[in-house]
């Protein structure tokens, strides 16, 4: 149910610029630059991006659409006291380049006038993804075909199967980035999706399934990825649900499934260990490094680099690259995860988490590729030993309140766990718990690791791709959702 | 504005014999304040735009679009779009909307005041708001994000079936999020408010609801599983109306996922429930003169006396039913017209909020709600969220209570309806809120 880590990533010669060819002339970002540090301040940027995307939709047995898009522009902000002016323009020529600065610069209410010029210092960042087969070389046929595929598949499973929704989607993210410390560099990004959603319907009304996989890699995905196995079991789900009981009501054990319980570890701590709200004291763990905040089997880590993973990627939107950060080692909580301007404050470095969701937005502190590290405990020992409680193994996201901690979690695939045996299927609900409590509340971690199906985060408004994993694990207490007595 | 038609029938006269082609022109001005600590966090200002087109031929639709309407992309959009129809299974009801005759409601969704107000005065009202905020409660210990917004926007609509229609509407926004610390224990609270020019905005009201939400649940504790009468107040009465809009679709219908498909003309829900969808209403912050496909919006009954009376479409979901559309295109220049509601409002009631609570002996009012997106199926029908809120005992309102679900069917939820405020809100969302009073629902808790 889930895909392995892909371990192969071949290396590409890069330019100057560390990304796929230079998109702006550094002559033309060093005069935008300098419009923007012409009336003082600390720090000035420019981030370009150029995005084509496609996206494919199968519905009602009819292939309803293809749609190309293609977004295309720069983000300009100014650092002037604990003051950031932005402004953002789809215009890449001099012209509305210089008219962007000038207006985050009066944005940013700079009164100095300590100009300062700067000069760009190409980096060779770390080289982009290379992928295998560039999505933008494929017949949109090819594309196509995929989804009428999978429709036969999932329908063909079963009678019951009443409506199927395939998407297909690939987006190719050239950015470059630009700042007044001298920085150039720049990183191509790119993203191939594919997810089959079914209804079933019987006596009971109706249920959903879904399934969806999605890496930074080209097409080559549908060399390594059967669309018709994961239509299969995006019906299976479905079906499953038609027989399903109402979740029960109240605190009890939760089992989550290998590769399920990334969005659990992304709520219950993942944004309460984001430097931006951990400054504003909007997050139970500010002021907790170097205490313990988990079970001492926990290790958490968050990681941009993992090869292929959804929330991978070379440099972050403010051109630094991405790492792999220890959140939680053994129980204590280590580090947070910082974006440019927390780390600025705080006289540390960037962990390589400022993003954004396109040109249009300002960067702040985002997850990547957040997991579990793998336990010692054996799956079945950890079900067997469960006398009452639920399986969930399928998560369909969730929401958190980081200054209270409660954070909740949907079951989109769940069990009854009865006598330490499966037994009947649930219907959807959520889960709720409380960060902290929960992550002491880890009483079984397995060895059985496994990445999660790619996500969107959203936070403030913006989302950006975020991957997720972890092996099995048991909760002792968390309060499920459900109707049942 | 009549530059964005100007490029909309530019683009549409490019149609080749035997081709429908739509063009969606939009542009977006927005400034955005955060204020933190006595100062600006951050301004944004921003200008945007974008355009989409669609492009059918022999029942064949193909769509592209770019955030630009530089003329080259123009161009580049247009030949996608054609490019991308070839690959589409042709349909008999895939067409463009042909003008109907319903003229559009002329509202006044457009003001000067806002295009006149400087910078200055925004980022003052940011200021004003966290400040207020701060002070409004010694036990406020911070604000999380003050915010100010607005937006100017224009929109036009061209095709080659007759279709012209432009609209441009302004917004403006203030929210706050407070921080409330007590013994060590710290809770949240947002408060907002909204209008389409500055003189429309409170700012001390926004500052003070957030004080007042965020105070109001220190020291909250568990609640008790069990089923209980549960009111619901206007903030989270408008998020669940919005998911029972949705269901109302017509494409939900045609497409097998509406849990209400065959039960037109039904009784569906409470006898006391009546829902509308009216885009015409000025006050509400979505209202808009035209829809998504350049069709008038107008005034939908959709549960009468908890009688479900109709299904809302777009032209496609309209011919495909044997209908007329109901002007519920919805859309942006990125993707191609789906169908939804746009400004669903409960009829209020006549009853005070404190007057419906003073009648509760055992309960909970429920002030906020989290994990809507993974905890509701609207397929289903099954609801599951998180919630927040303060038990009611002896129709008073009293101590605070935290991290529980509240559970139900949208289904068996519309039955339990038992009363309905008249303290109707439009808020920054596709619907208003109103205090329902929910017979039974099952809390998860202890």
Known sequence: MTYAVLETMMVQVTDMTGGDGAMLDPQVLLDTLGVAMATGGEFAEVFVEDRRSTSALLDDSRIEELTSGRDR???IRVVVGETTGFAHTADLSPAGLRAAATAASAAARSGGSGVRVVALDAMSGPASALVEILPS???????????ERADDAARSRDGAITQVTVRYADSQRRIQIANSDGLLTGDRQIRTLFSVSCVASGDSGMQTGRESVGHT?????????????????AAGRALTKLDAVPAPSGEMPVVVGPGGGGVLFHEACGHGLEADLVAKAASVFAGRRGEVVAASMVSLVDDGTMAGEWGRYGIDDEGRPAQHNVLIRDGVLTDFMWDRLRARKEGRESSGNGRRQSYRHLPMVRMTNTYLEAGDDDPAEILAGTQRGVYVAQLGGGQVNTATGDFVFGMTEAYLIEDGRLTAPIRDGNLIGNGPAALLDIDAIAGDFAMGSPGTCGKDGQGVPVGDGTPTLRVARLTVGGTAA | MSELLEIAERIVGWADSGEQVEAVVVHERETEVRAYEGEVESLTVAESSGVGIRVIRDGRQGFAYAGTLDPDALVEVMREARDNLGFATPDEHCSLAVPDGVAPVGMDLYRDALL???????VQMALDLERLTL???SRISGVESAEYSDSVSSSAVATTTGIRSTSRETGCFLSAYALAEAGGE?????????????????????AAEAAERSTRMLGAVKPPSGRMTVVFDPWVSAQFLGIVGGTLSGEAVQK???LFADRLGEDVAAPILTLVDDPTDPAAYTATETDGEGLATRRNVLLADGRLERFVHNSETARRAGTVSTGSAVRGYSSTPGVGIRAVAVVPGDRSPADLISGIRDGLLIQGVSGLHSGVNAVSGDFSTGAEGLRIRDGELAEPVREFTIASTIQKMLNDVTAIGDDLQWLPMRAAGVTLVIGELTVSGV
């Open chain 1, 73 to 75: 522009g720069a983000g």
């Open chain 1, 137 to 147: 070389d494929v017949p949109k046929a090819r594309k196509v075909a995929l989804l």
């Open chain 1, 217 to 233: 890699i080209g097409f080559e995905l549908f060399d390594r990825v059967d669309v018709e196995e994961l239509a299969g079991r």
């Open chain 2, 116 to 122: 006149d107000l400087s910078i200055d005065a925004k």
């Open chain 2, 135 to 137: 002070s409004a409660d």
């Open chain 2, 186 to 206: 710290t809770q949240t609270g947002f408060g907002f408010s909204l209008g389409r020019q500055p003189g429309d905005l409170d700012v001390e009201a926004a």
């Open chain 2, 256 to 258: 097998g996922r509406s």
